[in-house]
């Protein structure tokens, strides 16, 4: 079992950043494809951002590109999510996942943290 805890979440006036964090504990995080997804209200679950093993590939949706960027530090067991100039419609809550390939399917994603919400204000 892998367990996922995110952390980072908060309000943000339009335009700000925030840095989400997702710490794995449990089995090797080493071997996991990891990604963010995020829901909105009244929304279904949405891909964000995936990153391979060895942070070689990386998938970002076409909504975030250029804004938000994932990263991981095996080391630490930690993936992150890095989010510039932040937009009223970025408001959800952010889950982290961890899986065996990267996909923009939830449904492909094993393991997953309780998530955390991000709020930004216009």
């Known amino acids: 079992q892998v367990q996922l805890a995110e952390s980072g979440g908060g309000l943000v006036q339009a335009g700000g950043s925030l840095r989400l964090s997702c710490a794995a504990s449990?089995?090797?995080?080493?071997?996991?494809?990891m990604a963010w997804f995020r829901q909105a209200p009244g929304k279904d679950r949405g891909f964000v951002a995936a990153i391979s093993v060895s942070s070689g590939i990386k998938s970002h949706a076409d909504s975030v590109k250029g804004r938000f960027t994932i990263s991981r530090e095996n080391a630490k067991n930690t993936v992150y999510l890095q989010m510039n100039s932040l937009k009223p419609e970025d408001t959800a809550v952010y889950y982290c996942?961890?899986?065996?390939?990267?996909?923009?399917?939830?449904?492909?994603?094993?393991?997953w943290g309780q998530g955390t919400q991000v709020t930004v204000s216009s």
């Open positions: 449990g089995r090797t995080f080493i071997g996991f494809v």
């Open positions: 996942a961890g899986g065996f390939s990267i996909s923009t399917t939830d449904s492909s994603y094993v393991y």
